[in-house]
């Protein structure tokens, strides 16, 4: 694999502590990574010379992994949303307003009602967002009464609306393209949903077909592997390699490129993924609207003093919340190290942590990078656990309901969790082989 | 692994793609073709040769991709590579199969 070179920094000025000029450090977004980047900025940066802003136009603060649960009556619509602002430390300026355009030739940042941000580093963390308007007949009049999203708490609720009701029939949970946030959470609806209707013993009612664009389960072999027994044992379909055209509301079917069909009573779909609109508005993005980032680095590949992190980065690693926890760390001591002028460390690996709930009270540990897939293994002590890498079991099932809280009081307020570090560690794991 | 085709000794992975893009010429393209039971056309290499312009300039290759940049639509591109065409393209043009995958 080969690193990018790190761009020479231009010279930056010298900080003087009697001049009122502050400089201004711009965070756009606050979701997860925004919200762990104020919070880790906050204490890092000197207030006298350093005054930090984050930017969002929504008031509420999701819990995303939440939307997983709340189809099937686990979670309640409480647990995944709180007020914004509780997670956005004092000292930060928390402007609640659409961000109307970044100019980066002028380094600043416009917003809706006409005032202007000057950043002297600025930080894209808006995130990526369902595009159900990119396939046909998807977000039509049947959009949110058979044909549903769970990546919304919208549709989340209006999907467990239906589904108290549901009497049965063909259930197709679907992935449109990749690459998509949480890879894993469409098998983990899939598990879901095989445990819930077995709880409600309509089981046999309901016929579980999972549909997607790849040769297989997952994007990685291994666990490909895995998923695909697990998906074999529940009694649900798999169709592989499907590249959606269009979704025929009208006669309950999704219809590929190959003119291959799929009838459906309820679809689940994991539409297309993209970047936010004001990415695309701001010509920094690619076809997707993920803004092209330096993949050890953080920095953006077009401006030195604009960093990307979270969803929003074109990075070839998992959209997920623990990418943006192990990449705020890194992204923090760089922008430290940018600001005093030294080389940018790159570090970030790819890291990724999953849990993958498989329903009945059980769930699976995935840990990869860019380059080691996940394998089988203890986590996070090597041979000790207590969580078990790539198997079922209870405990992991545990960690992830466990994991809400570690959510909400110290991964968004960017407090460490202990012994999980940014980077992968490789012990206590068995590896075969490595992918290049 | 070694694998002959034609006159040819290319080194391929173990489902099939070369490792080796210099090792490639339109002679061993036709054949990988024809073991995809596909035959070669003007249209066929047309979108050959857009895929290897893309691999040589580094940029990912997706369906999404080759639907926006005008080449092809995809249903024509379904017909002439039937099955997998990313998949089956990629192959016959000497390129890795894409990671679309994460």
């Known amino acids: 694999m080969s690193y990018l070179p790190i761009q020479p920094l231009t010279t930056f000025t010298v900080v003087n502590h009697n001049l009122d000029i502050m400089k201004n450090l711009v965070i756009l977004g606050a979701g997860t990574a925004g919200t762990m980047m104020a919070n880790h900025l906050v204490g890092k940066l000197p207030k006298n010379e350093w005054k930090i802003t984050i930017v969002d136009q929504y008031k509420t603060h999701y819990y995303q992994p939440g939307f997983l649960f709340l189809p099937f009556d686990i979670y309640t619509t409480k647990q995944v949303k709180k007020n914004g602002a509780k997670f956005i430390p004092k000292d930060v300026r928390y402007i609640q307003e659409k961000i109307e355009l970044i100019v980066p030739e002028e380094n600043k940042v416009q917003l809706e009602k006409g005032e202007e941000l000057p950043y002297d580093i600025l930080i894209v963390a808006t995130g990526t967002k369902i595009a159900p308007e990119e396939i046909e007949g998807m977000k039509g009049p049947e959009w949110h009464k058979s044909v549903f999203d769970f990546y919304t708490y919208e549709g989340a609720k209006a999907l467990r609306d239906k589904f108290r009701e549901w009497e049965g029939g063909k259930l197709v949970v679907h992935i449109t393209e990749m690459p998509i946030k949480c890879p894993v959470a469409p098998l983990e609806f899939a598990f879901l949903a095989d445990s819930y209707f077995k709880n409600k013993g309509m089981r046999d009612k309901v016929d579980i077909t999972f549909v997607t664009p790849l040769g297989g389960a997952f994007t990685k072999p291994k666990a490909t592997q895995a998923l695909h027994h697990l998906l074999t044992d529940k009694g649900i379909k798999e169709v592989t390699d499907f590249n959606i055209e269009r979704v025929d509301y009208e006669n309950n079917k999704i219809v590929d490129y190959a003119e291959t069909e799929v009838p459906y009573d309820i679809l689940v779909t994991v539409p297309t993924n993209m970047g936010d609109a004001l990415i695309e508005r701001s010509g920094m993005g690619d076809d997707l609207n993920y803004v092209p980032t330096n993949k050890a680095t953080l920095q953006t590949e077009a401006h030195e003093n604009i960093f990307a992190i979270g969803d929003a980065t074109n990075l070839p690693a998992s959209k997920a919340g623990s990418v943006a926890h192990f990449e705020a760390e890194i992204l923090t001591e760089n922008i430290l190290r940018y600001i005093k002028g030294e080389p940018l460390k790159e570090e970030f690996d790819g890291h990724a942590n999953c849990f993958i709930e498989t329903g009945d009270g059980k769930a699976l540990l995935i840990d990869f990078n860019y380059t080691h897939e996940p394998v089988e293994g203890t986590f996070p002590f090597p041979g000790v656990g207590p969580l078990n890498l790539l198997k079922e079991s209870r405990m992991n099932h545990m960690g992830k309901l466990a994991f809400r809280w570690i959510y909400w009081n110290m991964l968004i307020k960017g407090i460490h969790i202990p012994f999980v570090s940014a980077t992968m560690t490789e012990k206590g794991k068995h590896f075969e082989e490595t992918e290049a | ?102």
């Open chain 2, 1 to 102: 692994m070694d694998k002959t085709i034609g006159q040819a000794t290319i080194s391929v992975d173990q489902e099939g793609y070369l490792t080796d893009f210099s090792q490639w010429d339109k002679e061993i393209g036709t054949e990988i073709a024809k073991e995809q039971g596909i035959e070669m056309t003007d249209k066929h290499w047309e979108i050959i040769d857009y895929i290897q312009d893309r691999f040589k300039a580094e940029e990912p290759l997706s369906i999404r991709g080759i639907k926006k940049s005008g080449v092809i639509d995809i249903k024509q591109f379904y017909a002439l590579f039937p099955g997998g065409p990313l998949k089956k393209a990629t192959m016959i043009a000497g390129i890795p199969k894409p990671k679309s995958c994460i």
